[in-house]
């Protein structure tokens, strides 16, 4: 058992080991999906403007995107942009909009050299051409990694999402492809564009907000969620096992009692 058993490696010396984490590597969730909160706050702690926390968030996700790989992480979904955030001020959105070309033009060599896969969820046809392009090239370069998925929300809202399923489905009814009364919960799962990926097994959101915003409301169903105050910009390797730790000591109290029929 205590083989089974990893203990975070690497980094600086630290003087306090009391947020070292040990995980049991049998049980990493397979799908973490986290909500980037608190860009814009770490900012204003430093009297900087928010694209500033922007721009810090950033580095936050080429760590993460690491350590989850390092932890045998399957699938990470980010947050990045929602269907709401189009009414910030023009600047700000202009800004979000070239950090996935940032982002990219700097880390795109590393995730292919990591074999990650890069994805997207979202409504990609109403980004701006330019950011597009970067994330499309990025997907296709990355296409047949089989490593870590890393999978970006952008132009995300999960209502707008379910919306456009039942759409499909609906289209497919008129058409008489499909009778009303076959519908099911399967056939809604895979008119989503998680279709291919596996319902996220953990939810972290960062900044002390404890809403789901719009996100992934159908695969979040079942899924363990965990908050923290701290801000997306100061969130790191031992937070993130922070979280799987909690998850980890959750997973172990249903002591093998059904997940939904613990009381
Ligand atoms: C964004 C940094 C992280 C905190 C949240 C807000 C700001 C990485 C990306 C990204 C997106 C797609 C992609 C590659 C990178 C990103 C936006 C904002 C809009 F293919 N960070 N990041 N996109 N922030």
Same mark, same amino acid.
């Given at each position: 058992?205590?083989?089974?058993?990893?203990?975070?490696?690497?980094?600086?010396?630290?003087?306090?080991?009391?947020?070292?984490?040990?995980?049991?590597?049998?049980?990493?969730?397979?799908?973490?999906?986290?909500?980037?909160?608190?860009?814009?706050?770490?900012?204003?702690?430093?009297?900087?403007?928010?694209?500033?926390?922007?721009?810090?968030?950033?580095?936050?996700?080429?760590?993460?995107?690491?350590?989850?790989?390092?932890?045998?992480?399957?699938?990470?979904?980010?947050?990045?942009?929602?269907?709401?955030?189009?009414?910030?001020?023009?600047?700000?959105?202009?800004?979000?909009?070239?950090?996935?070309?940032?982002?990219?033009?700097?880390?795109?060599?590393?995730?292919?050299?990591?074999?990650?896969?890069?994805?997207?969820?979202?409504?990609?046809?109403?980004?701006?051409?330019?950011?597009?392009?970067?994330?499309?090239?990025?997907?296709?370069?990355?296409?047949?990694?089989?490593?870590?998925?890393?999978?970006?929300?952008? &132009?995300?809202?999960?209502?707008?999402? @379910?919306? $456009?399923?039942?759409? %499909?489905? =609906?289209?497919?009814? !008129? #058409? &008489?492809?499909?009778?009303?009364?076959? @519908?099911? $919960?399967?056939?809604? %799962?895979? =008119?989503?564009?998680? !279709? #291919?990926?596996?319902?996220?097994?953990?939810? @972290?959101?960062?900044?002390?907000?404890?809403?789901?915003?719009?996100?992934?409301?159908?695969?979040?169903?079942?899924?363990?969620?965990?908050?923290?105050?701290?801000?997306?910009?100061?969130?790191?390797?031992?937070?993130?096992?922070?979280?799987?730790?909690?998850?980890?000591?959750?997973?172990?109290?249903?002591?093998?009692?059904?997940?939904?029929?613990?009381?």
């Amino acid at each position: 058992m205590l083989d089974k058993l990893i203990r975070k490696k690497g980094g600086e010396p630290k003087t306090d080991n009391a947020d070292r984490q040990l995980l049991d590597e049998t049980a990493i969730p397979g799908h973490v999906a986290i909500i980037m909160d608190g860009n814009g706050r770490w900012a204003k702690k430093r009297s900087l403007p928010r694209i500033a926390g922007h721009h810090e968030g950033m580095k936050t996700v080429r760590k993460i995107t690491r350590e989850a790989d390092r932890l045998g992480i399957k699938v990470l979904t980010l947050y990045a942009f929602s269907t709401e955030n189009w009414k910030r001020p023009k600047p700000e959105v202009e800004f979000l909009m070239r950090l996935p070309e940032e982002f990219l033009g700097t880390y795109l060599p590393e995730l292919v050299e990591r074999n990650v896969r890069v994805r997207m969820i979202g409504d990609h046809e109403h980004l701006p051409p330019h950011t597009r392009r970067a994330i499309t090239r990025a997907m296709d370069e990355t296409a047949g990694n089989d490593g870590l998925i890393l999978n970006f929300a952008m &132009n995300y809202g999960s209502r707008a999402e @379910i919306t $456009e399923a039942v759409r %499909t489905i =609906a289209k497919a009814v !008129a #058409e &008489n492809r499909v009778k009303a009364e076959d @519908i099911d $919960e399967s056939m809604i %799962t895979d =008119a989503l564009m998680t !279709a #291919e990926l596996p319902e996220p097994d953990l939810l @972290i959101r960062t900044s002390g907000e404890v809403r789901l915003s719009n996100f992934m409301l159908w695969q979040l169903a079942y899924t363990e969620f965990w908050f923290t105050d701290t801000l997306w910009p100061d969130f790191n390797e031992d937070r993130l096992q922070e979280a799987i730790g909690v998850y980890q000591a959750r997973s172990r109290r249903y002591g093998g009692v059904d997940k939904e029929d613990t009381d």
